[in-house]
């Protein structure tokens, strides 16, 4: 019985039934498979926040007879040589967005493209690592395995540097925020200093209240009533603090 042909292997690939086989429905993850003298390489194309974790697949395909072929692009290695230039640019896409960004929204918005491209870059190069053990003899190869490092190496630099930048930003506006906190509490402590000052003698006064002006600084012992009230108000604000000022 002849197996499925899978949707994204172009109908004019004469793909060996050992590799059938080995295919799903979708093109799965990043993968070499070698069987009979065909070598296939499963990569996806760079990934996008938007992509909602759906993976585009890009093949490249070697038969026995050493002609390499791509979808959905054609021209072989040369089609690798711009699926690996697609990536570097996105890699320094990023590199500018971490360089740009000042808050952590704007690094959050960078970590969000850099980690996809991350997991995405290390896995395409252990493709290539394992395509280039699979063909010693495929120079091209070797050239293709050592940019998929530079590559990896690169974006493990810029995943480093928007962490690190969202770590000083978060740093940074929760001491902004303490020192905030911090200026309103003595505020607070002012305007209560003043309040518990004034609250006794204001207290004091609301007793001749009712009383014309004139009448109440006439009363006897009116003074004496102030006089108390200001005491009474330097107590509550020596009390508290266990006597120092």
């Known amino acids: 019985m002849e197996t499925k042909r899978p949707s994204f292997i172009p109908k004019s690939w004469d793909l060996p039934e050992s590799i059938l086989k080995r295919l799903g429905d979708s093109a799965g993850r990043q993968r070499a498979m070698d ?13 996008e926040p938007e992509d909602a974790e759906v993976r585009k697949p890009v093949l490249f395909w070697c038969p026995p007879s050493g002609e390499w072929k791509s979808t959905p692009e054609s021209g072989g290695l040369a089609a690798l040589d711009s ?40 896995n395409l190069m252990g493709v290539m ?19 998929a490092v530079e590559l990896e190496r690169a974006i493990e630099l810029v995943a480093n540097d928007a962490k690190s930048g969202m770590d000083f ?20 402590r002012r305007l209560n200093r003043i309040v518990s000052f004034f609250f006794p003698l204001a ?32 107590f509550i604000q020596i009390v508290p603090r266990g006597g120092k000022r």
Request: glycine share 4%; proline share 6%; hydrophobic share 45%.
């Open 129 to 147: 690592q394992e395509a280039r053990e699979l063909r010693p003899d495929e120079r091209r190869l070797i050239n293709f395995r050592d940019r």
């Open 169 to 188: 930003a978060l740093a940074e506006n929760t001491e902004e925020q303490s020192r905030f906190a911090h200026e309103a509490n003595v505020e607070a």
């Open 35 to 47: 069987e009979d003298g065909h070598l296939l390489l499963i990569l996806h194309q760079a990934p």
């Open 203 to 234: 207290t004091l006064v609301a007793v001749f209240g009712m009383s014309p002006p004139v009448e109440v600084i006439k009363m006897p012992g009116f003074w004496l009533v102030v006089i108390a009230g200001i005491l009474a108000g330097l």
């Open 83 to 122: 699926h690996l230039e697609i990536y570097r640019k996105n890699i320094l896409a990023q590199d500018a967005a971490v360089e740009a960004a000042t808050t952590p929204r704007q690094y959050f918005e960078v970590m969000r493209h850099v980690n996809p491209l991350l997991r995405s870059t290390r």
